[in-house]
């Protein structure tokens, strides 16, 4: 039977594209029963209060108690944040393919029980604890799918297509919250039918258990077993031309370069492996290289970043205002909509422009709307009204726009690949973690602050959004195009670097400065060294060629941050001071 193939068009492998996406869509499902869940929940927790349409023993003591409500709807996150916990344990054993398994069945187990709980024969104390059991049940599923898909895909995807790939992961959590929107608002005002709403998690559940039975085990978790037949092919399930050196290059031998770069750590930093689990051995694994620190402080400031910008709080006070102007169920579906477009222009540029240029875009258009947002609710041009209250509308949809083109979909895109292959799982599970806890902290804190003064939390939020620029130009780099054993490669020679160092000319005199974040410059670098001293090795007695040796300085200097360059006569263009060889 033909199958399906193309290439990239960047001269990569060929590709299987069935294979590939279901490589994708069934790890995004994980994602998807995320978002449902949250779409689903919102939509059913009026009539969940109903004495007309709940049918339950316990709809009185929802409806008397706004914090009984916050905390059956919380479940799921508190269960995200217990399986977090749990993935950062267990996940080198289970790896990511048994751990989306396991969120498989803590989804369809939680969503039956969800269902079953609206039994009217069941009585309210054990109805409601059921409740909150059942929703911390599919909350662990939730954690280990936001561990075990994005980590399932970046390992997975052509270098080439890996952002792209990630990122319409993230889509597939606003598809989800879309679809629970619709579900929900179908189910409402009819007797009993919020239940339907979790009853359409179990075949969901189910779907998403049995397609990812069906995939092939992530190569690179393959590769750090020693299984290296193994994860070779699994690599061919979505490559399958690959030949023996591409394997070996996608997979970049994992487990000796990783114990290569252990070996330059410093005395003081330890050893990153411990035969038995520790908390302390586990923080060290963490830091254990300078790889490792620089992707971990990338990659946990971007998930911190991405709460503390605002966006819960954003999130929260657009309800109000839709209440406040008379919008109902067609303006949340609405919203969703428009969230699933801007998601849909990270994946669409998430490989062509990269990752820091979106994420430049995202916190411009924030801090747009967080201006717009400051000044209005000053009330300088009147604090009531249509012509205010759409104002605000406006500029919030902005910002949900620059969120969703930005921190949402490439910030979860960035921690998928940026950490070192022995570090990965506990430094994602950690950041899932991280993840979940600012966006409660926030969550919590979003009505008092909010309620203490509107100017002062949209401009707390810009002053947020202006460092978050900031940190992004200082310590994330780009990664577009690089395969996860480039990137650990360039990250050990970046994390070296100034974050910005001078270009001089002859006469010493600063031409200007280029940011540290040239990924491309540090791997170009680190690849010519490579092929220098791989001549040096054919024949040794060519390193005493001056030439040869100052191929080797040059590329040296280079990696170290000095970046040696020289200005020709007309000021401003580049030339290569490496000396050019005879005849050409």
Known sequence: MKVWTMTDGKGGPTINMPNLLRSWYFPALGGFLYGYDIGGMAMVLEDLTSAEYSDTTWYFAMSQSSTLQGVVVAMVTLGAMLGSIAVFRFESALGRRREMLVAAICYTVGGAAQYYMGDDSISEGVAISGMCLARVLYGFGVGFAMHGAPSY???????????????????????????????????QDSVGAWRYVFFAEVPIGLMFGWGVYTLPPSPRWLAL???RVAAESSLKFVMPTLNKSQVEALLGEASDKQEHLEGNKSPSEGSAETKEFSITGAIGELTATRAARAGLKAGLGLVVLQQITGQPSILYYVDTIFNEVGLGNSATIGLA????????????????????ELLF???????????????????????????????????MFVYIGGYQVGFGPVTWTIISEIFPLRQRGKALSFAVFTNFACNTIVSFGADDLLAFSLPFTFALFLLLDVYAVYFVYGNVPETKGLSLEQITMMLEKFAEMPMRQPIKADEGETKGFLPRRDSAAILGALEDMQAVEATEEEDNSDYGNPQTRGEVEICE???KGVRVRQFGSNEGTWQDPRPKAQGG
């Open 557 to 559: 200097e280079i990696l």
């Open 225 to 227: 077993k020693g299984e």
């Open 337 to 356: 909509v428009w969230k699933l477009f801007c998601t849909m222009i990270a994946v669409r540029y998430a490989d062509d422009r990269g990752r820091r």
């Open 361 to 395: 875009a995202g916190c411009a258009l924030m801090g747009v709307a967080l201006l717009s947002l400051t000044v209005v609710t000053t009330g300088v041009f009147g604090s009531s009204g249509t012509a205010y209250e759409w104002s605000i509308l406006g500029s």
């Open 153 to 187: 895909i970046a390992e997975t995807a052509p270098s080439t297509l890996r952002g792209s790939m990630v990122a319409a992961k993230e889509a597939m959590i606003v598809i989800g919250m879309l679809s629970g929107y619709c579900i929900g608002a179908a189910c």
